[in-house]
């Protein structure tokens, strides 16, 4: 690996713990005023200390975030349709490489929908996205999105994630699932959960928990951190989990205070 992205990809994977709590801010991409990130700013800004990278959009990156953080950048620089469309998986690249360098990001995310109607395009969006990151020393995280009528098992997530590292993706994010560790086996590069969801902060725990004991390298998670009643007690509790190996019971002791 090339020093400029082994030096990314040192910002959004810990080289101390080879793990990552990616904070997940990206929401409004297709969601608009998400709740609890109504006023993005306010409601990243105590996370941020917490977070080793920042997932966001352009947008929201130029507008709320101080140019003068410390915190690692990985920009979301795909969409199209909104939640107002039944179809989700219409999405194109809508922000350039060139965009990124300029913003100091230290990688590039994208969802792809396999098995949705646009799978093909997407996936084909991928592999040109990684081409033109490859030469910029650029980290591309490939999102598995999920469709309503996909069932999140380690039998599709498995494909979807699969696919995303076959066409060369640097990091997978993707869903926990029962056999998790089958999904993990299957893909050669490194795995980061989504939360999903709002549910239960004990649940949730369990969750990040569970996926690191099956091999994911982190989470990058947003709802179940931001929509928390306590949003700083629960990345702190994630970080104990990905970080420091803590139990669910001390993590969510660490959330509770
Ligand atoms: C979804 O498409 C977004 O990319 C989010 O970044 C991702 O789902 C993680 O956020 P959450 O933990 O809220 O699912």
Redesign the pocket.
Known sequence: MNWGMKNRLSKTINPKTGKTVML?V??GYFQGPTTGLRELKKAIDPLIPYADCL?ITRGMLRNCVDAQTKIPIFL?VSGGPSILKDDLSDEHITTSMQEALRLNAVGV?M?IFVGGKNESRTIANLGKLVNEAEPNNMPVLA?T?VGKEMVRDARYLGLASRIAAEMGAHIV?TYYCEDFKEVVKACPVPIVI????KIDEKDALQMAYDAIQDGAVGV?????IFQSDNPVGMIKAVRAIVHEGASVEDAYKIYKK
């Open positions: 997940a990206d929401h997932y979301r995310g969802s999102i999105a994010k989504a939360g999903g969801k990058d998670m947003g709802r179940n």
